[in-house]
Structures are given as structure tokens and as C-alpha cells.
């Protein structure tokens, strides 16, 4: 089973930066979509941004045009770079990976995925 563990979460100033990685355990990455979600305190989990396994990528209205994902298969890792953060966005980051056809990927959090990470933490605050 594929292994996923996230980094690069901490804190941050609001209208800053943060890239965070998702880095899997298995050579086998290539053929997994790989998805991004982040959950507040007693809120659903909320699918952010999903990036295919061919590299098509897709984001939710809250974050399109702040967020970017990508995918290095040679290093079996996926990131999220976030830009202009805001204060809203101080939660746990997760990502999930997810065997889904050429060019699908998911950002329902009941999406087909079998792996998920253990999170890392964002906090946006002055």
C-alpha cells in the first residue's frame, strides 16, 4: 500500500508562502492521482486542489489562483505551493492518493482513495 507523508506546514504571516510535499513510499507513484484537502476543527474535510496522473490538475473557487500543484515522479512527490495565504486557511493539510483513470483526479474527500497522510500544520496568523 501506497505510504504517504506530508511536510512543509508552519507558520506563516498572512499574504505569505508556504510549499508543502506529499512524498510517497512506492515506485508505483506515476499511476496515482494525488489530491489535497485540509480540515478545520469540527468542519468536513474540504477537498483543495488534486493534480492527475498525467498532470491535469484541478481546484477548488477558494483557492484557484493562489494555490499550485504539482507532481515529480522521479522523486515520488507531489506539492502545493500556496501563496497569499489567509488567516482562514490555519488548519491541517492531507493528501491522498488515489488509483483513478488517465487524466482523473478527485477533490471529494469520498473519492476512491487508498492511502492518505498524517497531515501537517498550516497557521496563518500575524
Known amino acids: 500500500q501506497l505510504q504517504l507523508v506530508e511536510s512543509g506546514g508552519g507558520l506563516v504571516q498572512p499574504g505569505g508562502s508556504l510549499r508543502l510535499s506529499c512524498a510517497a513510499s512506492e515506485f508505483t507513484f506515476d499511476y496515482y492521482a494525488i489530491s489535497w484537502f485540509r480540515q478545520a476543527p469540527g468542519k468536513e474535510r474540504e477537498g483543495i486542489s488534486c493534480?492527475?496522473?498525467?498532470?491535469?490538475?484541478n481546484y477548488a473557487d477558494s483557492v484557484k489562483g493562489r494555490f499550485t500543484i504539482s507532481r515529480d515522479n522521479g522523486k515520488k512527490t507531489a506539492y502545493l505551493q500556496m501563496n497569499s495565504l489567509k488567516p482562514e486557511g490555519s488548519t491541517i493539510y492531507y493528501c491522498?492518493?488515489?488509483?483513478?483513470?488517465?487524466?482523473?483526479?478527485?477533490?471529494?474527500?469520498?473519492?476512491?482513495?487508498?492511502?492518505w497522510g498524517q497531515g501537517t500544520q498550516v497557521t496563518v496568523s500575524s
Open positions: 491522498a492518493a488515489g488509483a483513478l483513470g488517465f487524466r482523473l483526479c478527485v477533490l471529494s474527500p469520498d473519492g476512491p482513495f487508498g492511502s
Open positions: 493534480i492527475s496522473s498525467s498532470g491535469d490538475s
